[in-house]
């Protein structure tokens, strides 16, 4: 099995940065088969969304509303990264982190909150 922890959430206001850190740990062959990590979103009364993704090969996805602000890094098997910057009040959210398996089995995250002031 595996254990997504995220860090790095916080208060900050608009205009602002934050970088989320999140740190998979398991057996060898769990961790070894991921092959895509990420990070989701959720605010209160909405879905949970996809903000970034990025794969082995280095693939990267972007949701619009965070292109040009948000850079995620990481090796997509044990760690993975979320630059925040230039942050709007419309970022504010449970941010989780995500991963899957080549199987498809998916792992997430308990969340840290993001809250942008205005």
């Known amino acids: 099995q595996v254990q997504l922890v995220e860090s790095g959430g916080g208060l900050v206001q608009a205009g602002g940065s934050l970088r989320l850190s999140c740190a998979a740990s398991g057996s060898f062959f769990s961790i070894n088969n991921i092959n895509l990590m990420g990070w989701y979103r959720q605010a209160p009364g909405e879905q949970r969304e996809l903000v970034a993704s990025i794969t082995r090969s280095s693939d990267t996805q972007y949701v619009d509303s965070v292109k040009g602000r948000f850079t995620i890094s990481g090796n997509a098997r044990n760690a993975v990264y979320l630059q925040m910057n230039s942050l709007e009040p419309e970022d504010t959210a449970v941010y989780y982190c995500?991963?899957?398996?080549?199987?498809?089995?998916?792992?997430w995250g308990q969340g840290t909150q993001v809250t942008v002031s205005s």
């Open positions: 995500h991963a899957k398996r080549t199987s498809r089995d998916e792992y």
